[in-house]
Structures are given as C-alpha cells and as structure tokens.
Nanobody
Framework: QVQLMESGGELVQPGGSLRLSCVASGMSVGANNMGWYRQVPGKQREFVAAISTLQYKRYEDFAQGRFAISRDDDKNSIYLEMNNLKSEDTALYYC??????WGRGTQVTVSS
C-alpha cells in the first residue's frame, strides 16, 4: 500500500523560508516521477515542481528561482525548499507519485 506523508508546513513571515518533506512507503521515490502541488480553497490544485527518475527537475513559473525540489533515495523522501516566500504561496502543499497517490498535505501560511 502506497503512502505519502508530507510535513514541514507552518506559519512563516513574508520573505522567509521553509523546507517541506514527503516520506514515501510502499513505493520507491527513485523509481517514480515525483512532484509537489498546492491548493487553496476554491481553486484547483496547481503544479509546483517535479523531479524525474533521472533527477531532471522542472518548476512552475512562480516557483522558478525561489523553490528547489530534491530527493533522497536512502530516506525514500522528496523535499521542497522554498525561499523568499510570499503571501500568495499560502496553500496546502501535496506530494504525489503521479500514479494517483497523494499525501494529505501540509499547510503553508505566509503572513506577517
């Protein structure tokens, strides 16, 4: 049974940084194209970043230059380093294996 568990979300001031983690079980993050998405109430879930099995990385425009996705195969985890956070980054952040498995999300709130 595949399980994905996100953590690391919290309240942070504008301009601050956070590192989100996603630990996987029942599957190998290195054998899947993993990704981060986010969602705010009333809006569709949107793509943030992805990392392929060969560690090719891609980002949505708003994340380019501020966010960094990474993977640790030994810990079977992926991460999202977020810098220079803005109020519009406030959302519930999810990780996925792009095979219809999603975590429950971790809340990021950017506010002064």
């Amino acid at each position: 049974q595949v399980q994905l568990m996100e953590s690391g979300g919290e309240l942070v001031q504008p301009g601050g940084s956070l590192r989100l983690s996603c630990v996987a079980s029942g599957m190998s993050v290195g054998a899947n194209n993993m990704g981060w998405y986010r969602q705010v109430p009333g809006k569709q879930r949107e793509f943030v970043a992805a990392i392929s099995t060969l560690q090719y990385k891609r980002y949505e425009d708003f994340a380019q230059g501020r966010f960094a996705i990474s993977r640790d195969d030994d810990k079977n985890s992926i991460y999202l380093e977020m810098n220079n956070l803005k109020s519009e980054d406030t959302a519930l952040y999810y990780c996925t294996d792009h095979a219809n498995h999603w975590g429950r999300g971790t809340q990021v709130t950017v506010s002064s």
